[in-house]
């Protein structure tokens, strides 16, 4: 590890290039399938193993970089890195599976545009971005279509009550998510996008595999046919939407700025319900009127 501390150079907002733009669209394209992969593993999985294998699998995409990422890493980046690797690869993976076992997969997806909201109420509380009332009513209007989609879309209890309060699983994961974009923009600026996501998953990926060890994963792969089929997409999951996509993510925000980053989620709830009605999920009014409303508001938000 450096223990020199690396120039440090002003933070800004750059426009975003060509680059910036094809790497936004492959990582929304990446992200779209994140939530009907879930659902495969969690048809075999409960949700914490699918989050910890997620992680865990990640973490061995990322070992060909994480020798070279340590040596790139001072010690005055460690504690926004533990802050990155928490806020960000930590705990919305648990956030969502949790949500995805009373949430289809589209609904989630849709949620998950809450993130530029989330970021820019972030850097305002937090990093002491400009506010501006237009960006306050975006944040509203947002959360007017977020509740639309949690109140017509979750699934009945036994007792005949929709499941309403799952989707909050997934607004704390986008904001998990905002923590851990402006951080990265603010305090990692000139560490290599690699660097910073082997880093994470050195720093997760070995408490996930001890909890895989004690767990009783192997009993589940050894009792049920379709163990190995629900393993192949999580590795999918972990290698390209954790790993790739995480990669992606972090040169987006250290190019442009975490807001446009964020605004990957702009074009994943599309994808989302692609998937979704390829997987038989039904597709109503509510998901057109509620991803009116808050494309309106992250629109309102991020001008």
Same mark, same amino acid.
């Given at each position: 590890?450096?223990? +020199?501390?690396?120039?440090?150079?002003? *933070?800004?907002?750059?426009?975003?290039? %060509?680059?910036? =733009? /094809?790497?936004?669209?492959?990582?929304?394209?990446? =992200?779209? @399938?994140?939530?009907?992969?879930?659902?495969?593993?969690?048809?075999?999985?409960?949700?914490?193993?699918?989050?910890?294998?997620?992680?865990?699998?990640?973490?061995?995409?990322?070992?060909?970089?994480?020798?070279?990422?340590?040596?790139?890493?001072?010690?005055?980046?460690?504690?926004?890195?533990? $802050?990155?690797?928490? %806020?960000?690869?930590?705990?919305?993976?648990?956030?969502?599976?949790?949500?995805?076992? +009373?949430?289809?997969?589209?609904?989630?997806?849709?949620?998950?545009?809450?993130?530029?909201?989330?970021?820019? *109420?972030?850097?305002?509380?937090?990093?002491?971005?400009?506010?501006? =009332?237009?960006?306050?009513?975006?944040? /509203? /209007?947002?959360?007017? &279509?977020?509740?639309?989609? *949690? !109140?017509?879309?979750?699934?009945?209890?036994?007792?005949?009550? %929709?499941?309403?309060?799952?989707?909050?699983?997934?607004?704390?994961?986008? /904001?998990?998510?905002?923590?851990?974009?402006?951080?990265?923009?603010?305090?990692?600026?000139?560490?290599? %996008?690699?660097?910073?996501? @082997?880093? *994470?998953?050195?720093?997760?990926?070995?408490?996930? &595999?001890?909890?895989?060890?004690?767990?009783? $994963?192997?009993?589940? $792969?050894?009792?049920?046919?379709?163990?190995?089929?629900?393993?192949?997409?999580?590795?999918?999951?972990?290698?390209?939407?954790?790993?790739?996509?995480?990669?992606?993510?972090?040169?987006?925000?250290?190019?442009?700025?975490?807001?446009? #980053? #964020?605004?990957?989620?702009?074009?994943?709830?599309?994808?989302?319900?692609?998937?979704?009605?390829?997987?038989?999920?039904?597709?109503? =009014?509510?998901?057109?009127?509620?991803?009116?409303?808050?494309?309106?508001?992250?629109? !309102?938000?991020?001008?």
């Amino acid at each position: 590890m450096n223990n +020199h501390p690396t120039p440090q150079h002003p *933070v800004q907002s750059a426009t975003p290039t %060509a680059q910036s =733009w /094809l790497l936004l669209i492959l990582t929304a394209l990446i =992200w779209g @399938s994140s939530f009907i992969l879930m659902k495969k593993g969690l048809a075999v999985f409960p949700p914490r193993q699918v989050a910890t294998m997620r992680i865990f699998f990640a973490m061995l995409a990322m070992l060909p970089f994480i020798y070279k990422g340590i040596k790139q890493v001072t010690r005055q980046n460690l504690p926004p890195l533990l $802050v990155i690797a928490i %806020a960000g690869s930590g705990i919305p993976p648990f956030l969502f599976t949790a949500a995805q076992t +009373h949430l289809p997969s589209a609904a989630a997806g849709i949620l998950n545009t809450f993130t530029p909201l989330f970021t820019l *109420v972030v850097g305002v509380v937090v990093f002491k971005v400009v506010f501006e =009332w237009r960006r306050l009513a975006g944040v /509203l /209007l947002g959360l007017a &279509g977020a509740l639309l989609l *949690v !109140l017509t879309t979750a699934p009945p209890t036994q007792n005949g009550n %929709a499941n309403y309060f799952y989707g909050i699983y997934i607004l704390l994961a986008t /904001l998990c998510y905002g923590i851990s974009a402006n951080t990265v923009k603010k305090y990692c600026q000139t560490l290599p %996008a690699t660097a910073v996501n @082997s880093v *994470v998953f050195c720093l997760l990926g070995p408490f996930a &595999g001890l909890y895989l060890l004690f767990s009783d $994963v192997g009993h589940i $792969v050894q009792s049920n046919p379709m163990a190995y089929h629900a393993i192949g997409y999580i590795v999918i999951l972990a290698v390209f939407n954790s790993a790739l996509a995480g990669v992606f993510y972090f040169k987006i925000t250290q190019q442009t700025s975490a807001l446009f #980053a #964020a605004t990957t989620t702009y074009i994943v709830p599309f994808i989302a319900v692609l998937f979704g009605a390829f997987d038989g999920e039904s597709i109503g =009014w509510s998901y057109a009127a509620g991803l009116l409303f808050i494309l309106s508001g992250v629109y !309102l938000a991020s001008r």
